[in-house]
């Protein structure tokens, strides 16, 4: 299996690169549809579709970028999508369109800004194979 130093996965934020940031992680789910009996000798037995599929992602980081933390506000608050991108240096990735779910900010006396941000997929996600 390809191994990927963190630092080579970025997140781009409708084709801009965040800079600032230190970790991030994604999420792909499916829940399956349970439809175990009584006839089903205690085994769990589901539909071979799952009901729901999903992908969910964090960013965090630290960044003196005003024009930045203003966006990450203003979506936050209007609930307005945006393109999320997890390149690797390879070329591999996810993509799709994202909605923010929680957003927070924490501004110190020596003027950094460090945020956390969450937020989920809205429709399927893309995945692009690296070289």
């Known amino acids: 299996m390809a191994r990927h130093n963190g630092r080579s996965v970025t997140v781009d934020w409708d084709a801009v690169t965040i800079v600032g940031v230190q970790t991030k992680a994604f999420e792909l789910t499916a829940d399956y549809v349970d439809v175990t009996t009584d006839d089903d000798d205690g085994w769990a037995t589901y539909l071979p579709d799952p ?27 209007s609930g307005e999508p945006f393109e999320i991108n997890l390149p690797t240096a390879t070329g591999a990735g996810l993509s799709g369109t994202g909605l ?15 945020f956390e941000m969450s937020g989920v997929c809205n429709g399927a996600p893309t995945y692009a194979a690296g070289t």
């Open 51 to 77: 009901g729901k599929r999903g992908m969910s992602f964090t960013v965090g980081g630290v960044t003196e970028n005003q024009v930045f933390i203003a966006e990450l506000t203003k979506v936050s608050i």
């Open 100 to 114: 923010i779910q929680s957003f927070s900010g924490k501004a110190d006396h020596d003027g950094e800004y460090s």
